[in-house]
């Protein structure tokens, strides 16, 4: 297989061909690992690999050895060690076993390769590290791909890969996706499980899912990937048809509210993110849907509150959880210095905290879940603004504290962090484009458990506003 027939397609057709019998999976392994080897000079993308052959997986799954690579957080595979960006782990701690959707992307077929970069610990909306220095998007080298989901979202959007893990606690999957040019879909929350690790990682902010490039590869792994697992504390109704059935088939008449001011957050919205969210609603009212301005009631400040609380807490346990573990103490050497700063807050906050925290979320969540009585979408831009200077969020910065780093951070991400409070699927499309040639990120937010209708609007958009053909300067073949 050469690499310009490869990066020409998605995880879907990969795995018609293999299972066609027209391509050899071993075959398809070998041009990705080329294809990873071609880009990671320039992206940094891989923490670990290319390994010379995949990770065991199913041989009759859907994705039956298409190439794949696991975000190096969260989620993990048995026996290959876990950095989570950071030198507080050293070169890695090996895992005694999978991680639930890791077993899940196993059974699905898909033919791990690596594991990709994250910002240390996860978070930061751009991904670097000291650990393991800075991922650069392939639409510009002098531009970050977003964040934490970076390292993922730079090899499939280099076609180095068809799709890759991601998680998102505040939009680490569909910041990149935005940054990147990608599908990057947040299920929500119980989805997809995060056992048996956690049952609500970040106060139950953090997701697991992937990035894809198109969206029938979003639909089928997650129809491959979603569902209940023993011990999990949710149990969401399965779809009425796969997800997969939903690309295509067309979406009823919606109402959808048009919205371009941040949820979170203080920084302004760039011009032409507004520009591309109001040039989708045009194309939504052509499709025959009603569009208007209109936005659920937040309390922006209280959210912030709320939000800071989750994240310095849950930094602050598993940094003390890891210490502990590896008898070590926390410093300069081993933990950057927004992420020591975070910690040491997340040590001050109390039981009582973090309760008041969770009342304010349950105000946003019921605001949210009332304002979808009336409508059936929310549609925003996904950034403040396409994409973000490679260094301009440096998590080693002393002068920056906690609030300071996360105002930094939601400066330039103030549409999808609400999503993570209120668990609702929210999905960022590339359906702009900046006079560079950057994409810009657009957000549809659903109402709870309601990815069906995310997933056939996204295909509708796909088809009107196609992306398919666009390829970044740095690309695998």
């Known amino acids: 297989m050469e690499l310009s027939e490869y990066a020409d397609l998605d995880a879907t057709a990969l795995a018609d061909l293999i299972r066609s019998g027209q391509v050899h999976p071993d075959e398809v392994a070998r041009t990705a690992v080329a294809a990873l080897d071609a880009v990671q000079p320039a992206l940094n993308g891989l923490v670990a690999g290319p390994f010379e052959q995949p990770l065991d997986h199913a041989a009759d799954g859907p994705f039956a050895?298409?190439?794949?690579?696991?975000?190096?957080?969260?989620?993990?595979?048995?026996?290959?060690?876990?950095?989570?960006?950071?030198?507080?782990?050293?070169?890695?701690v090996p895992m005694p076993e999978d991680t639930l959707l890791m077993a899940r992307f196993r059974r699905a077929g898909l033919a791990t390769l690596g594991l990709t970069a994250t910002p240390e610990l996860g978070f930061n909306a751009n991904t670097e590290a000291v650990a393991t220095g800075s991922v650069r998007n392939p639409w510009d080298l002098d531009r970050s791909p977003g964040g934490s989901s970076g390292g993922s979202a730079a090899l499939v959007a280099a076609r180095a890969l068809p799709v890759a893990h991601g998680n998102d606690?505040?939009?680490?999957?569909?910041?990149?996706?935005?940054?990147?040019?990608?599908?990057?879909?947040?299920?929500?929350?119980?989805?997809?499980?995060?056992?048996?690790?956690?049952?609500?990682?970040?106060?139950?902010?953090?997701?697991?899912?992937?990035?894809?490039?198109?969206?029938?590869?979003?639909?089928?792994?997650?129809?491959?990937?979603?569902?209940?697992?023993p011990g999990d504390r949710y149990l969401l109704p399965d779809p009425a048809r796969p997800y997969a059935d939903e690309v295509g088939a067309g979406s009823r008449t919606l109402r959808i509210a048009l919205h371009t001011a941040p949820f979170t957050g203080n920084g302004p919205v760039d011009p032409r993110c507004v520009a591309a969210v109001?040039?989708?609603?045009?194309?939504?009212?052509?499709?025959?849907?009603?569009?208007?301005?209109?936005?659920?009631?937040?309390?922006?400040?209280?959210?912030?509150?709320?939000?800071?609380?989750?994240?310095?807490?849950?930094?602050?346990?598993g940094v003390d959880t890891v210490c502990a573990a590896l008898g070590i103490e926390p410093g300069p050497d081993s933990l950057e210095a927004t992420v020591r700063a975070c910690a040491e807050l997340g040590r001050t906050m109390s039981a009582a905290d973090i309760y008041a925290a969770e009342r304010a979320f349950n105000t946003v969540r019921r605001s949210v879940a009332a304002f979808h009585q009336t409508w059936d979408l929310v549609l925003t831009p996904t950034m403040n603004v396409p994409n973000t200077a490679a260094g301009y969020l440096d998590a080693d910065d002393p002068s920056l504290d906690a609030r300071g780093w996360y105002d930094r951070i939601f400066a330039t991400a103030g549409f999808t962090a609400l999503s993570n409070v209120t668990g609702n699927p929210a999905i960022s499309l590339p359906l702009g484009t900046t006079e560079e040639g950057w994409p810009i990120g657009v957000q549809l937010i659903a109402p709870y458990a309601d990815e069906s209708t995310l997933i056939a609007i996204a295909a509708d958009l796909e088809q009107a506003l196609p992306w398919a053909d666009r390829r970044p300067p740095v690309v695998a073949g």
């Open 65 to 92: 050895g298409v190439p794949f690579a696991l975000k190096d957080l969260i989620a993990h595979a048995a026996g290959v060690p876990t950095r989570s960006g950071t030198r507080l782990l050293g070169a890695g």
């Open 169 to 229: 606690g505040g939009g680490s999957i569909r910041i990149p996706a935005a940054a990147c040019g990608l599908v990057g879909l947040k299920p929500s929350q119980g989805r997809v499980s995060p056992g048996p690790d956690y049952a609500d990682p970040l106060l139950g902010l953090g997701i697991e899912f992937a990035l894809t490039r198109t969206v029938r590869d979003c639909a089928g792994l997650l129809d491959a990937v979603h569902g209940h697992e």
């Open 278 to 317: 109001e040039s989708v609603g045009r194309t939504l009212e052509g499709l025959g849907h009603v569009v208007e301005p209109a936005a659920p009631p937040v309390d922006a400040a209280a959210f912030d509150d709320a939000n800071l609380v989750a994240w310095c807490s849950f930094l602050a346990d």
